[in-house]
RNA sequence: GGCCCUAUCGUCUAACGGUUAGGACAGCGGGUUUUCAAUCCGUCAAUCUGGGUUCGAUUCCCAGUAGGGUCACCA
């Protein structure tokens, strides 16, 4: 059933035996783009042959994962399915001498003799066009007649993927480098059954900040666990499609859809990349620069402990996270604490370095005094900014007058600007502070 | 070890064989009407080594070195 029209079908083929990292979903991203780019078919295969090893719950996180990065697969199944077809094929290899059944011993020592099936192999070399690579020469000898199923229900990777691409009509195979030793061991088994070859991509891998292929084990993240610290599904898709890969341009920050435009195979790296999680957050800092106030502050709320969800806090929130996790972190440290319960204050901490206390006592007092005579409604950070520079101006230093009302207000050495501090507390509670503080 | 692949700032990378080797992240320095943040500006920093080819190599070829991948009854 392969499909008669030269349109691009691209699969992403993981197999359900763990959480996925982002080198794993690169792929993804790679094979979605490119099929996009071309107008074709992206299609999601589940390699689950490994019964022992296979998960549903592994099956869902891929799933949820690829729905979260907005990574829509046109066709959705299981290589479990096909089990029939590719016993139908395994026969027939047998029938034809292309395949045999070899009494052995099982390997887990157990002493039990199992018939499994191996590849009759040609031994011959063996070449391929890699997109990334290039001509790819491997000589296949000494891969030996190699095992393609334990028995005539239980094919093995290399075979079952060579039936189910045939079956999918898929045309292109974007895959990670670790595939690549792979290829001509499928390459022989396509020309056993009658399957066109099909066109290859191998991306090389993912390093980690050890240089190490990234790996669970190291740390490495699974997908999801960035949505659960608040990155933007765009920001991973822009900041995972440029390991590796650059669309020739200067310019970094690209939406989903200007990513399907600019995607193109042959400006993929011929070289492992190393994953840098800093250089992500500013993707998606970025990103969150192109959402509207609305979303923004949404977010901004949702993520901050009921008690704290004032909207009024959001802009000062904004420009100190990078992520929405860091929101709720800024919680939990307490440095939103201010906002909602007056400081302790050590009145020493008023002091602007060597001001004398009497001079820091009466700037307060006038700070007091020129609050008073501002309306209740017109406390607006603009006004408490006018009025405290007009007094910090021809003060010695202007810190004199400013890091006192800081440290009155907020109990902190760093902090937001006072002039907002004091607008969002309101005219009430600011001067109550300051009182406090004298 | 065999086989395959690769090699530009710390990291991700750009550069029809001719550029002061460019950009971004990080770092550092400074401006931005006090601090943190944000922002702006500036700055540090690289062609693995050795041979060729060429008037001229980051770029082409070879070797070395280094790194990655793979050598399952896993995928």
Known sequence: MAEESNKIVTRFAPSPTGLLHLGTYRTAIFSYLYAKKN?????????????????????????????????????????????????????????????????????????????IVRFKNPNIDVTFNDDIKGSVTMNTTDLGDFVIAKNLNEPLYNFAVVVDDWNAGITHVIRGEDHTSNT??????????????????????????????????????????????????????????FVGWNPGTEKEIFTHDELVEAFDLSRVQKSPAIFNEEKLNWFNKEHIKLLSKEEIEKNILEWLPENMQNAKLVPIILERISKWGDVKDMAERGELDFFFNAPMIDKEK?????????????????????????????????????????????????????????????????????????????????????????
């Open 350 to 438: 008023l002091i602007f370095k060597d001001t004398p206390k009497e001079k820091i006592k009466s700037n307060i007092e006038n700070i007091i005094k020129k609050f008073e005579e501002i309306a209740e409604n017109d406390f607006t950070e603009e006004n408490i900014k006018s009025v405290l520079m007009e007094l910090a101006n021809v003060a010695e230093k202007r810190g004199e007058v400013l890091h006192p009302v800081r440290y009155a207000l907020s109990g902190l050495d760093k902090s937001p600007d006072p002039f907002i501090i004091a607008s969002i507390l309101g005219k009430n509670e600011t001067i109550s502070r300051l009182q406090k503080a004298l």
């Open 39 to 115: 107008g074709g078919t992206f299609v999601l295969r589940i390699e689950d042959t490994d019964k022992e090893r296979s998960k549903k719950e592994y099956e869902d996180n891929i799933i949820e994962s690829l729905n979260w990065m907005d990574l829509k697969y046109d066709k959705f199944y299981r290589q479990s399915e096909h089990v029939e077809e590719h016993k139908k094929h395994l026969e027939k290899m047998i029938t034809e001498g292309k395949a045999y059944i070899s009494k052995e011993e099982a390997k887990d020592g157990s002493g039990v003799i199992k018939e």
């Open 184 to 241: 001509p061991r499928q390459i022989l088994i396509q020309r056993a059954i009658g399957a066109p070859t099909l066109s290859y991509a191998h991306i090389p891998l993912v390093l980690g900040g050890d240089k190490l292929k990234l790996s669970k084990r190291r740390g490495a993240l699974p997908i999801t666990e960035y949505r659960n610290q608040g990155f933007l599904p765009e920001a991973i898709l822009n900041g995972v499609a």
